[in-house]
């Protein structure tokens, strides 16, 4: 992309890499740059708390707001209760109501952390679709806003053919949802000026639609764009550990766990990673990004400091370190723990964390070491270890971990 931006928004989505695609970069660019954009990015409540595969477009937000334009976060209460097929290979479980209006109270914590609510020009604005969405009549939809709507031109979206392509069944709930989500942007436009929606790539064929439909209807110009849908060097999904999703809020994840994730980054994602999550100036992102061997550990411990400042506070951030330096360099007993060094051959694609406990020298059997974290006796990285069955590969051991059995036996386990 050659294209030149003049607004401060677009030249910092360009510079750190937000940016994957937009429907029209010079009209965008110059709506940015007349006057305060509102925008906004979906967010369906499926989960009591959102994860680090949302921090990328919570920080487009956020920077958004820096440079002078106003963000909507829309909760999807609606759209919920359809669920989104974007290449999904199967149906989403439905949720009740109360489990929607739950797990919206759970995401919404964590908003106010990055953007600032008010009644500003500039202020986020924190809104739900089921205002407008629940109150449809369905033969006025049908004839308002589903006549806009080509079934061959939906057919051909990526997300509707791959599929289509694999013959998995696609419902005919599901496959309403590009439509009220183009009707989201419709509303937002209407009701509130939005000129801008934002989501991950995988979003584009929605986002198309609800541009085309405020076109027809409404017969204004819109926006959209994305961001590219990360996945880290080694080519997993950005925001899955080995102990599953890295959420956002502290009851789910505590601080130092976050801290954690974003410290075991691996070097090659690390310039990359300061860039998108962090708010450091581009030449100290470079500068840490391209660290060599062991001098890249401060640029991470950066890393992990200033994501985890932004979402817990830097009290917190600084507790996160002190508590891995007491663990790792220190031992957190105050003497070196006795480390199991394991090759990358014998580790092979994963071993199971009871025969590293065993191993390790903290059972004596695997059926010992089963016991020990079925009765709440095992920790993982001081936190508690309840999968047996958890494998732990070499991306695991990218820095060393501490196992425990009860109070006083601990052992590091690294890879050799």
Request: proline share 3%.
């Amino acid at each position: 992309m050659t294209y030149h931006p003049k607004s401060d928004f677009m030249s910092v989505m360009m510079e750190r890499g937000f940016l994957a695609d937009c429907t029209d970069y010079q009209g965008l660019d110059d709506a940015l740059s007349r006057g305060v954009v509102t925008t906004y990015i979906g967010y369906d409540a499926t989960a009591k708390s959102l994860h680090v595969g949302h921090l990328l477009n919570i920080m487009m937000l956020r920077w958004l707001q820096k440079t002078g334009h106003q963000p909507i976060t829309l909760m999807g209460g609606g759209t919920t209760k359809v669920g989104d097929p974007s290449f999904r290979a199967d149906e989403r479980p439905l949720l009740t109501a109360d489990q929607i209006d739950a797990n919206i109270a759970g995401m919404q914590q964590v908003f106010a952390k990055y953007l600032t609510y008010g009644d500003g020009p500039t202020d986020a604005l924190m809104l739900n679709n089921a205002e407008w969405l629940d109150q449809l009549n369905y033969l006025d939809f049908l004839r308002d806003i589903g006549r806009h709507f080509s079934v061959n031109r939906m057919l051909a979206f990526e997300s509707v053919k791959s599929r289509l392509d694999r013959e998995q069944s696609l419902s005919f709930l599901e496959f309403n949802y590009m439509i009220l989500q183009a009707y989201d942007f419709l509303e937002l436009n209407r009701r509130y000026g939005c000129l801008l929606q934002m989501g991950g790539s995988d979003q584009w064929g929605n986002i198309i639609n609800g541009i085309d439909l405020t076109r027809r209807v409404l017969d204004h110009e819109i926006y959209g764009l994305t961001s590219p849908l990360l996945t880290t060097s080694d080519g997993r999904k950005m925001g899955k550990s080995a102990g599953g999703a890295v959420w956002l809020n502290a009851d789910m994840l505590s601080p130092y766990e976050f801290w954690q994730f974003w410290r075991n980054t691996t070097d090659a994602d690390t310039g990359r990673f300061l860039k998108l999550y962090t708010e450091l100036p581009l030449d100290e992102c470079n500068r840490l990004g391209a660290l060599q061997g062991s001098d890249i550990n401060a640029a991470k411990i950066i890393l992990a400091n200033e994501v985890t400042a932004l979402l817990h506070g830097a009290e917190a951030a600084t507790t996160a370190e002190a508590t891995a330096r007491e663990v790792f360099e220190k031992g957190g007993v105050g003497d070196d723990l006795p480390t199991l060094t394991l090759g990358a051959a014998e580790l092979g694609d994963g071993m199971s964390i009871a025969q590293i406990i065993v191993r390790a020298g903290l059972a004596a059997t695997g059926k010992e070491a089963k016991r020990l974290i079925a009765e709440n006796g095992a920790r993982l990285n001081d936190e508690p270890l309840t999968d047996a069955g958890l494998m732990v590969d070499a991306t695991m051991l990218a820095q060393p971990i501490k196992l425990s059995a009860g109070k006083k036996r601990h052992a590091l386990v690294q890879l050799g």
